[in-house]
């Protein structure tokens, strides 16, 4: 990590984390099952898990039989879970293993049931399971992606972005769930702009001071000086520019096939469309990558990596993105309480006032 990590003050309270099962079908029960036994999770924050008790029985049995602290009052705390069953099970009946629209409407029913509790003022942050986009599509789910289904749900029209974790890496991107095809006349100065604004902001929430930045070009090196397309000089450039003229640090565009082996020298990197960064993404962190929901009024992370449906029941899935994203979503709550209650100052960026420049200036030609 190149950027300075802010000094926290004493939580005046502790964070209030839902989580949910994701996709009933997949291998969500037993990784929430593997979360939720590791006691350290507990005494970091009040955990409510929105599930039916049969549920996270069956997601024990998947984990080898670990053993769960639930609450003995019902509230949420060191000592043990909250799990809230609104007996709604029986309305879902779906098939392990398999894509269904049982198994998709129960995922979307506890995700609603969660940003009530947002709605609400009564948690923090939301960490899910693998969903499963199909089965989400076959319960009615219009949206491109899980992103655009909250906000909706939200009603929440501020810039949002998936951003992608891998270490201390984070990632966000221009375009995200769009065909190849349509990529370039997505990029825009504005767009590109926005997509830097929102990752320096998340990288503050994270807990980075003066986060630094890289921007990925789109077309092959660099563009060629316009030889290969003008979306760098007409667009990305300039947003960078504009970016660096908010206090923003941040340096770029980059050629996109040599900007992940300088990544040492980033926070974040933004990119262009969704596989530029993925690929790069899983190569660095397949098995502990995280996503962010990136830009909606709380936290929401998942793990990297889908529902698994070949390996369900087999006691296989390994916990590592979904502790990282847990890890993730308590971070960033506990940063906003901060905030909340003014013990952290505000992102200076937010005020137009400059931060320190970048102190190597990397060159953005081609290898």
């Not at 502790?14 to 939720?36: F, N, Q, Y």
Request: hydrophobic share 40%; net charge negative; glycine share 10%.
């Amino acid at each position: 990590m190149v950027g300075a990590i802010a000094t926290q003050p004493d939580l005046p309270r502790r964070a209030r984390i839902a989580i949910t099962l994701g996709d009933p079908s997949g291998i969500g029960p037993e990784l929430v099952a593997k979360l939720l036994s590791n006691p350290e999770n507990r005494q970091r924050a009040d955990i409510v898990l929105l599930a039916d008790k049969s549920e996270l029985e069956a997601g024990v049995s998947d984990a080898g039989g670990v053993e769960i602290a639930i609450s003995p009052d019902g509230a949420a705390g060191p000592n043990g879970i909250q799990v809230l069953d609104d007996n709604s099970v029986s309305q879902f009946p779906s098939s392990r293993g398999q894509v269904s629209k049982a198994s998709g409407g129960r995922c979307m029913h506890q995700l609603r049931r969660a940003l009530k509790l947002v709605q609400a003022g009564e948690i923090d942050g939301i960490v899910f399971a693998p969903l499963n986009k199909s089965s989400l599509k076959l319960a009615g789910m219009s949206e491109e992606d899980e992103l655009r289904w909250f906000a909706n749900q939200l009603q929440f029209e501020g810039v949002t972005s998936e951003i992608n974790i891998a270490g201390e890496l984070w990632t966000a991107r221009v375009t995200s769930h769009i065909g190849v095809e349509d990529v370039a006349g997505r990029i825009t100065r504005e767009s590109t702009l926005k997509a830097i604004e929102l990752l320096h902001r998340l990288r503050w929430e994270s807990g980075i001071e003066s986060p630094r930045l890289g921007v990925c070009a789109l077309n092959p090196h660099n563009g060629e000086n316009g030889a290969f397309g003008r979306q760098e000089i007409d667009h990305i450039r300039p947003a960078v520019q504009d970016a660096v003229e908010l206090g923003i640090n941040v340096q770029g565009p980059f050629p996109c096939d040599t900007i992940f082996l300088k990544r040492e020298h980033f926070d974040g990197i933004v990119t262009m469309y969704h596989d530029q960064g993925q690929i790069a993404m899983k190569l660095l962190s397949f098995d502990g990558g995280v996503t962010v929901q990136g830009g909606l009024p709380i936290p929401v992370a998942t793990p990297a990596h889908g529902t698994a449906f070949d390996i369900v029941g087999k006691n296989l899935a390994a916990v590592t993105s979904t502790q990282n994203a847990f890890d993730v979503a308590v971070t960033m709550a506990e940063r906003r309480i901060l905030k909340e209650e003014g013990l952290v100052p505000e992102d200076p960026v937010k005020n137009g006032a400059s931060v320190k420049a970048p102190a190597v200036v990397l060159n953005t030609s081609c290898c």
